[in-house]
């Protein structure tokens, strides 16, 4: 070995220090993201860094944890699930689903953004966590042990998978705009990096989280008040309007 090459052991743990960063300012942006006052189902599916105590954040809601079945070494659960195209949830019963790197198992995610469409209430609320490849960290993680994700879909694109839906963007925050470095002393004097990417490229951060709200639009017939239609002027109307009216009136 390379008397200038740290052993395996200290990668590992130099990695875990710089992953467990990423995870502090993860968790910061998704509790910034939830709506701590609302109640109803609230469902997450944890991600390679964690996972959220949605039971704390969201004291009123009533919380499950999804586990993908053989994904990042977590143990299997009686709510693990096998098959991120069919979520094991009923349609229109969850009023929040938090996804931290869920897109990211998935090639062509489109089918479960339609899952999650199906599961959410009308008014619930998507909150979605992920690492952007047009980042720095994106550029210099590839094949290294930072690489915990097999996919990657930058924030603009996933906007626009979701502009496909009902489900519609309200808020997108991205953050930590500094390279893969391992070393903590040395990460710390990269800081700069930080502030400007912020001004100059604020969606080219390592990590994106976005919230999304499924709308659903009503079409409510209005039925017509034939009284206050007979009582309109007929002079200065367009010749259909005229006709229109006419017929309206030799209908009542």
């Not at 009023?95 to 899952?115: M, N, S, Y």
């Amino acid at each position: 070995m390379n008397k200038n090459e740290s052993p395996p052991e200290d990668d590992k743990r130099l990695a875990a220090s710089l992953l467990e960063e990423l995870w502090q300012i993860e968790r910061a942006e998704v509790v910034q993201m939830l709506d701590a006052g609302r109640d109803g189902i609230a469902v997450q599916i944890a991600g390679p860094l964690g996972s959220m105590p949605l039971a704390t954040l969201m004291p009123r809601a009533n919380t499950t944890e999804l586990v993908v079945s053989g994904e990042w070494g977590r143990p299997e659960t009686e709510y693990a699930v096998t098959d991120l195209d069919q979520l094991p949830l009923k349609t229109a019963s969850v009023d929040t689903l938090v996804l931290l790197h869920t897109l990211e198992r998935q090639a062509k995610p489109l089918a479960l953004i339609a899952e999650i469409e199906r599961v959410l209430v009308a008014d619930g609320e998507l909150i979605v966590a992920g690492f952007n490849p047009h980042s720095l960290f994106g550029l210099f993680s590839r094949h290294r042990e930072y690489d915990i994700t097999p996919c990657r879909h930058s924030p603009s694109k996933v906007r626009q998978w979701l502009d496909l839906t009902d489900l519609q963007v309200e808020r997108l925050v991205s953050n930590y705009f500094r390279p893969p470095i391992a070393s903590q002393r040395w990460r710390g004097r990269t800081e700069l990096l930080d502030r400007l990417g912020l001004r100059l490229l604020p969606n080219r951060g390592a990590l994106y989280v976005l919230r999304a709200r499924k709308r659903t639009y009503r079409i409510t017939p209005v039925g017509i008040d034939f009284k206050a239609a007979a009582r309109l002027p007929v002079r200065g109307l367009p010749s259909t309007a005229r006709e229109g009216l006419g017929q309206t009136r030799g209908s009542s």
